[in-house]
């Protein structure tokens, strides 16, 4: 994903998920989110990642949380990303442009 001329930075996490267990979320830095960036990282993830490894879902912000360090700080980005997703419920799709699950493009 990092491939994409679009993305600047992408964390990729696991949250909490009543049936599996945990689901795929990929946080990507961009400064231009569509659905048409999201159906193009989907394509790159179904071109070189098996089936359980590419995201359910999703996720553009302007940055990822860093530590001081410099580096991606994923306990911190699993936090938020938890926190907005009580606040809507469970439906990730809200927060991103998917709601199509980890199915490949045509």
């Known amino acids: 994903m990092n491939q994409h001329d679009s993305i ?5 996490i696991g949250l909490p998920d009543s049936t599996l ?5 990929a946080v990507c830095a961009t400064e231009h989110p569509s659905k048409l960036l999201e159906q193009q ?7 070189g990642l098996a089936s359980f490894q590419r995201p359910l879902h999703y996720r553009f912000v302007t940055e990822l949380p860093k ?4 580096k991606i700080d994923k306990p911190c980005l699993r936090q938020e990303m938890n926190q907005d997703t009580e606040q809507v419920g469970s ?4 927060l991103s ?7 490949c493009p045509k």
């Open 8 to 12: 600047n930075e992408v964390a990729v």
């Open 21 to 25: 267990g945990e689901t795929v979320l």
């Open 41 to 47: 990282l989907r394509k790159l993830a179904c071109d």
């Open 67 to 70: 530590t001081a360090s410099g």
């Open 91 to 94: 439906r990730l799709h809200h």
């Open 97 to 103: 442009y998917s709601n199509e699950g980890a199915s």
